[in-house]
Structures are given as C-alpha cells and as structure tokens.
C-alpha cells in the first residue's frame, strides 16, 4: 500500500491507526466485559443487547475507518494536501473529510462514553458479585451446620431404634419366661390336684383292703379248717418298675392242723398288698396320670369272693393253673360252696355273685370294678362340647396362658349360585375376628381364617361350599390336640351369631376353678 505524502497525509495516517488502536482495545475490554458478565445470573438478556449494540458500532467505526483510508489515499496520489486543496476545493473534498472528522470524534466520544458507563456496570456487579459470595459462604456455613446436625440427629434416631429393639426383645423374653412359669405353675398346680385325689383314693383303697381283711379273717373263723393253694397268675408291674406277681388266693377245705399257717399266710398276701398300694402312692406323685381311655391297658385280677360257688370261681384264677374239683379228696370237698358252714347249701334259682375284680395300673395304684359282664363300659365325655371345655378350664387346664386358636372356614368366594352371597360370609368373618380380639384380649388367642393350625405352618386351605365353621383349637395336659365345635352351618342350615359365639366361649373360659375333686387329669 502506497503510503501518502505530505504533513497532511501523516496526520490522517496517525489518526487513523490511534482510531483502529482504540477500537482494538474497546473490542478487548468489551470481551472481557462479557466473559465477566456471563457468570452473573439474571442478566444474560442486558448482556445480549449490549453486545448487540457494540456489534453495531463496530460495524459503524469499520465503514468510517475504510472512508478514512480512502480519503487519504486520495490526497496522497497526487501529493501534499496543501497541494491539492486547491485543485479539491471546487469539488467538496474537504468538507467531506471535516464531515469524517466530525462523526469519527463523536462516535469515539459516544464509544468512550459508554465504556466508562459499562465499567461503572462493571464495579457495581464486582460489589454485588462480592456480596453474593459472601451469602453464599454463609449459606453454606449453615447447610454444613444443618448437615452436622441432621447427622446428629439421625445417629441418635438409630441409637433410639437399637434400644428400642433391644427392649422389645427383653419384654418378649420376660413374656415367654412369664408364659413358661406360668404353665409350670398350672401343671404343678394340677400335679397337686392329682395327688391329692389319688391319696383320696389309696385311703379308700386301703380302707377296702381293711374291710376285705376283716372279712376275710371272718371267713376264716367260721368256715371249716382252710387251706390257702398260691399259683402264679400273670405278671403285674409294681410302682417304681419292679416286676411283682400278684397272687391269686384259692380257699379250699382242708385239716385243722393248718388253719394256723393258711390264716398267716392269707393275712400276709393282703399286708403286701397294702404295702404295694402305699408304695405306688409315692410313686404317682412323681409321674404322669394314666388317662381313662388307657383303662383297656391296665393288668385285671381276679379274687374270688366269699360268696362264690364253688362251681364258677373256685377252681381256676386268670393267667394262672386250674384245679378241678373232682381231683380233690372226698374228704376235702367243700360243702354247699367254700365259705359255707356244713350243711348250708346254695339255694335254687338263686344267682351267683360275680367275682370282684382288682385294677391294677403300672403306676402302681388299683381301684375295685364292676364285676365282669354286670355293665357295658360307659363312654367318653364328647370333648367337642362346650361343657367339656368348661369342665377343663375349671380342673385348672386352660388357663390364660394357654396358647388358644380360633378356626374359622367359611366360603367367602363367588358360586354358580345365585342365593350364595360371598360378602356376607367375609363381612360375619370379620366380625368374629373384632369381637374376638375385643372380648378375648386378655387371651393368648390367635385367629385362622381358612388356614391350618399354625403347626402345619398356615397352609390355606379351600374351604366348602356354604360352610361357616367356628372351632376353638388347644391342648390339654397331655399335649393332645383338642377341637371345641362353636358353630357348623354345614349341620344347623343357618349363619351363626357371631356375638352369642364369643360370649359363650368368653363365659365358658372364665369359668371358675373347682378347689374340691375333679375329674382325672388327662381325660
């Protein structure tokens, strides 16, 4: 490029590369003006515009500074300005670089204007960007401040719940210790029961045996001379597992030189026997009562009694040896049947007395029966019944720490039938379920709705069609299951009323102990 001559033309040159220096600096703060801008939120519209607005005057300062060189290109072809003003003047020239020189210093004034004004903007954004800083430094004091404490807090909420859990598995563990000591209370409570109704009946016993003795001797005074025959009978357990033979008695008629040893002799059998019964009494008190349904189990001998012919019972014991009468001595038959004086017969048509019977059990203790044949066996109590559940809550049985369980099945599904409505079912079995967690909170009582007992693990079972059943599940003291039948629609064709069911099982539980004698345990 041709560099212009003259005074004149350095001028222009000067001016014009002061005026590109400027605008190349007010480009540079402009853009660090931006960058520092860009940080601040909230101000991203201002800052476009101004950006927008410098954009235009850099457009504008650029025309001006291409007019400017060309002008100077001009007066520098053809030599100093001072040479060609002349030749210029009639053309306007001058005026035209006035006018440029004019607009250049108001635009750089304007431009230099607005750069003091935008760094005043700038100042005032540095002290609010301060300021904004230091709000945010406490800010974050107090979110660190609120973190330690959430910290705080939520360490002593854990420590609340570890003691909580801590104290909830101490008062389980009292519980069940108070649940075990208590059924350890009810069982020794009916062991002392038992006993005391077995020494009721070993006194009765004894007493029998006494008047047994004094029958016997008796006997023995007035019948003919006697003769005790001992034949083993079939073997007996004694208390405390010792094997004893119970000896069976037979009376025949025999000399007068032996009245003596058959009388001791008869009289000892029934001291031993005495002695037995007394032994199996201490025995009994550290074992298990034997159940009535176990009777069938028990060792039954017979005694002959004293008004027994000598047809019937004389001859032959249970389990042992038979002697028939006709290998006896003439001299050594009875006459008119053993414990008959000479000369009294039995009268005809007159029925022979049955010979009583002894029940021994393996405890050790015995009771008198029935003669054999005079009755059939009578039959279990029904242990479906409410009476015989309140028969077991008062013998001390049941008590309020007997785990309880209340069944229910009942078919609370939609049927091809048009009368069955599923809703009432569900709606009656909720109600048991309220009532019997309201009247029965004092129980340890838990509810199964179509469910197994909780032993099988509350396996679901379906129920029947149009059943509603109410059952009341629990062990008696000798861990056998036991069922109490509370309502069966199946069998009475109707719904049942849920408020008459829970009173009468809540009546029927709170059923007041018998202090006298009881029915035997275990039945």
């Not at 001291?271 to 032994?279: D, E, S």
């Not at 176990?294 to 389990?319: C, F, L, M, N, W």
């Amino acid at each position: 490029m041709e560099e212009p001559q003259g005074p004149g033309g350095d001028a222009l040159l000067n001016l014009a590369v002061e005026l590109y220096d400027l605008l190349q600096r007010k480009d540079t703060s402009m853009g660090e003006l931006l960058q520092t801008m860009e940080s601040k939120k909230g101000l991203e519209k201002k800052t476009e515009e101004q950006s927008d607005e410098v954009v235009s005057m850099q457009g504008e300062a650029d025309e001006m500074f291409r007019n400017l060189i060309r002008g100077i290109r001009k007066v520098g072809s053809g030599g100093t300005i001072s040479e060609v003003g002349d030749e210029r003047k009639g053309d306007g020239g001058d005026d035209e670089v006035e006018e440029l020189r004019a607009r250049l210093s108001n635009v750089t004034m304007r431009e230099k204007e607005r750069v003091e004004g935008l760094q005043a903007q700038l100042e005032m954004m540095r002290v609010e960007l301060r300021e904004c800083r230091k709000q945010r430094s406490m800010d974050q004091s107090i979110i660190a401040a609120a973190d330690s404490q959430t910290t705080q807090l939520k360490a002593s909420l854990r420590m609340t719940q570890e003691d909580a859990e801590s104290l909830r598995g101490t008062l389980e563990q009292e519980l069940a210790r108070g649940h075990a000591l208590q059924g350890r209370v009810n069982q020794l409570e009916g062991e002392l029961r038992a006993a005391k109704t077995q020494a009721r009946g070993d006194k009765d016993e004894i007493a029998r045996l006494q008047a047994l003795v004094d029958l016997g001797q008796r006997q023995v005074i007035e019948a003919p001379p006697l003769r005790v025959v001992q034949r083993p009978s079939s073997a007996g357990r004694a208390a405390g597992g010792q094997e004893a033979a119970v000896v069976a008695v037979a009376v025949e008629g025999g000399a007068g030189e032996e009245e003596a040893s058959d009388r001791a002799m008869y009289e000892a059998y029934v001291q031993a026997r005495k002695q037995q019964l007394l032994q199996g009494q201490g025995a009994q008190r550290e074992s298990e009562m034997v159940s009535a349904e176990d009777a069938e189990g028990k060792d039954v001998h017979r005694i002959p009694t004293a008004g027994a012919d000598g047809a019937q019972g004389d001859d032959s014991t249970e389990g042992g040896t038979a002697v028939a009468s006709a290998s006896r001595p003439a001299s050594r038959q009875p006459v008119g049947g053993i414990g008959r004086p000479p000369g009294v017969t039995k009268r005809q048509g007159a029925p022979s007395p049955q010979p009583l019977q002894v029940s021994v059990s393996d405890g050790g203790s015995s009771s008198f029966m029935a003669p054999v044949g005079s009755s059939r066996r009578a039959r279990g109590p029904d242990t479906t019944t409410l009476d015989y559940l309140m028969s077991r809550v008062r013998l001390g049985h049941i008590t309020k720490s007997t785990p309880l369980q209340l069944a229910l099945e009942f078919c609370g599904k939609s049927s091809f039938s048009l009368r069955h409505n599923e809703e009432k079912y569900n709606q009656l079995a909720e109600q048991m379920v309220g009532l019997a967690y309201q009247h029965l909170r004092d129980r340890w009582i838990t509810v199964l709705k179509n469910a197994e007992p909780i032993d099988n693990k509350g396996t679901t079972k379906q129920p029947r069609l149009g059943s509603f059943e109410v059952e009341l599940l629990w062990t008696d003291v000798n861990k056998e299951p036991r069922r109490t039948l509370l309502h069966s629609k199946l069998k009475a064709r109707v719904f049942p009323s849920v408020a008459r069911i829970v009173q009468e099982l809540k009546e029927a539980l709170n059923a007041p102990a018998e202090d006298g004698d009881g029915e035997e345990l275990g039945a």
